[in-house]
């Protein structure tokens, strides 16, 4: 049975909404809609999130589809 690597938080790139933001091309607003409603992974810092990098891919991967 293949395990997953273990990956390190030192290892994890995080970005932060506004980055998110611009990466999507999209506003924070929905980027924060995305963190609240559970389609998005964060991790609270102060009153801010940061988004492991890999959760955005991930997430843009999944929500692609052809549209021709």
């Keep these: 049975m293949a395990t997953e690597p273990e990956i390190h938080l030192a290892q994890v790139q995080f970005l932060t909404v506004a980055e998110v933001a611009a990466m999507m091309r999209v506003s924070k607003m929905t980027v924060y809609r ?5 389609d998005l992974p964060a991790a609270r810092v102060g009153r801010s ?19 021709g």
């Design 34 to 38: 995305l963190v609240h409603g559970g």
């Design 49 to 67: 999130f940061r988004v492991p990098k890999r959760a955005v891919e991930d997430y843009l991967r999944s929500a692609y589809f052809d549209a």
